[in-house]
């Protein structure tokens, strides 16, 4: 079992950045494949970023390519998202999620174990 808590979300203007945090329970962090989503209302919930369990290869969706970052100390048990130059369609909750090493199908949600709660995040233009 692994319990995530994501945190760092809140209120930002556009051109602005956060960066997002999800603590991880377990001795077995540094195995899992990490993963982050967001769902804004009305709207499925969507890839945003996945990193390997060695944090060695990181994955982004186009939109957010070159302005977000993925990345995850082992030793703290802790995946973050660095968000730079945030746009109001980056508003959106944002959870991250945990599920076995491999490489394959890293954007579907039905693919992934473990989730958070989720943290808001939203940008005002």
């Known amino acids: 079992q692994v319990q995530l808590v994501e945190s760092g979300g809140g209120l930002v203007q556009a051109g602005g950045s956060l960066r997002l945090s999800c603590a991880a329970s377990?001795?077995?962090?540094?195995?899992?494949?990490m993963g982050w989503f967001r769902q804004a209302p009305g709207k499925e919930r969507e890839f945003v970023a996945a990193?390997?369990?060695?944090?060695?290869?990181?994955y982004y969706t186009d939109s957010v390519k070159g302005r977000f970052a993925i990345s995850r100390d082992n030793a703290k048990n802790t995946v973050y998202l660095q968000m730079n130059s945030l746009k109001p369609e980056d508003t959106a909750v944002y959870y991250c999620?945990?599920?076995?090493?491999?490489?394959?199908?890293?954007?579907?949600?039905?693919?992934?174990?473990?989730w958070g709660q989720g943290t808001q995040v939203t940008v005002s233009s």
């Open positions: 999620a945990a599920r076995q090493d491999y490489a394959t199908y890293y954007s579907a949600t039905r693919t992934y174990d473990y």
């Open positions: 377990g001795r077995t962090f540094s195995s899992y494949f």
């Open positions: 990193i390997r369990a060695s944090g060695g290869t990181t």
